[in-house]
């Protein structure tokens, strides 16, 4: 079992830049394949991106490709989330989430753990 912590959200200026966090608890950590998700309030949890246990492989959602980026510590037991450009658009509360495999990575339902997330708030 593994207990996951967003940090580093905020309000924000379009075309700024914000690098989230999540650190996980346990000693398993490089044992997850961990996502990030996003909910704007009245929508549904929205893939942004994932990244397997080793950091060698990454998928990102068509809509933040070339302005997000995913990595990951093992060492420090934790995955970020650097995101430039901001806009408008991404204003919503960031979830970092684990799972074991790396199929289904854009879909909710396929990760066992999740944080509780942190607030991000893009202003035009």
């Known amino acids: 079992q593994v207990q996951l912590l967003e940090s580093g959200g905020g309000l924000v200026q379009a075309g700024d830049s914000l690098r989230v966090a999540c650190a996980a608890s346990?000693?398993?950590?490089?044992?997850?394949?961990m996502g990030w998700f996003r909910q704007a309030p009245g929508k549904e949890r929205e893939f942004v991106a994932a990244i397997s246990w080793s950091g060698s492989r990454v998928n990102y959602a068509d809509s933040v490709k070339g302005r997000i980026t995913i990595s990951r510590d093992n060492a420090k037991n934790t995955v970020y989330l650097q995101m430039n450009n901001l806009k408008p658009e991404d204003t919503a509360v960031y979830y970092c989430?684990?799972?074991?495999?790396?199929?289904?990575?854009?879909?909710?339902?396929?990760?066992?753990?999740w944080g509780q997330g942190t607030q991000v708030t893009v202003s035009s």
């Open positions: 346990g000693r398993t950590f490089s044992t997850y394949v």
């Open positions: 989430a684990a799972k074991s495999t790396l199929l289904e990575l854009s879909i909710p339902r396929e990760y066992a753990y």
